[in-house]
């Protein structure tokens, strides 16, 4: 069945440190891949998105590429703000029922 | 565009006892979700429906929880009797089952604490 691997938690930065946040997947077929992101006391939001190998996905600073040969779509930025700490979730849709299987999640927390 | 509207954001039970969650999804959204987030986990799909048909159920447990969605808008979760393991923010998506790409849109979720 579909599975995603997520880095574990719960990371600390320093405020324009750069972040990664691993993430791996195993899935059948030719799966799309999110990244959703939880702020304290919200939703989930769609924060970024890739449809297909090396497709890089992007948004407010964060990035990600699809990488079929390694099964990874790895979450990056640059420089972290205060405003980055949140729970993040890497995702991956399948099948024609457009379900979306997550992992269980990293907490950042950036520091001033 | 309204977000994916739930209720009751908060809601404590004992054992045994039922209780029913609210979703009323963006309009227009043909599909919707119901997820259960345990502490320290990704959600985890409970039940999706397609207008007001059922696609898959797999994970529901049924002896325990029914969801229903009449007319093909809103839908509610109930769970009877609950369990002290039921305890988890349950949470509500809507999409447009467009393209592969397609978001699902979530709503704040119903945090359900079983004592």
């Known amino acids: 069945g579909n599975s995603v691997t997520q880095m574990e938690g719960p990371v600390t930065l320093s405020e324009e440190a750069f972040l990664t946040i691993n993430c791996t997947y195993t899935?059948?077929?030719?799966?799309?891949l999110f990244w959703y992101v939880q702020y304290p006391g919200e939703g989930l939001q769609l924060l970024l998105k890739?449809?297909?190998?090396?497709d890089k996905g992007s948004n407010k600073g964060f990035e990600a590429t699809y990488r079929k040969e390694t099964t990874s779509f790895h979450l990056e930025k640059g420089s972290v703000q205060v405003s980055d700490s949140a729970v993040y979730f890497c995702?991956?849709?399948?099948?024609?029922?457009?379900?979306?299987?997550f992992g269980s999640g990293t907490q950042l927390t950036v520091l001033p | 565009e309204a977000g994916v509207a739930q209720s009751p954001r908060y809601k404590i039970i004992e054992k045994r006892q039922s209780v029913a969650f609210w979703c009323n999804p963006i309009?227009?959204?043909?599909?919707l979700y119901w997820y259960q987030q345990i502490l320290g986990q990704g959600p985890k799909l409970l039940i999706q429906?397609?207008?007001?048909?059922?696609?898959?159920d797999s994970q529901l447990p049924k002896d325990r929880f029914s969801a229903e969605r009449l007319k093909g808008v809103d839908s509610t979760l109930k769970i009877q009797p609950a369990k002290l393991e039921d305890s988890a923010v349950y949470l509500c998506?809507?999409?447009?089952?467009?393209?592969?790409?397609?978001?699902?849109?979530f709503g704040n979720g119903t945090r359900l604490t079983v004592t």
């Open positions: 309009s227009g959204h043909a599909t």
């Open positions: 995702a991956l849709g399948s099948g024609s029922a457009r379900q979306l299987t």
């Open positions: 890739a449809t297909k190998a090396d």
């Open positions: 998506a809507s999409s447009l089952v467009r393209d592969r790409g397609t978001p699902l849109h």
């Open positions: 429906f397609q207008n007001n048909g059922v696609v898959d």
């Open positions: 899935a059948t077929g030719y799966p799309s």
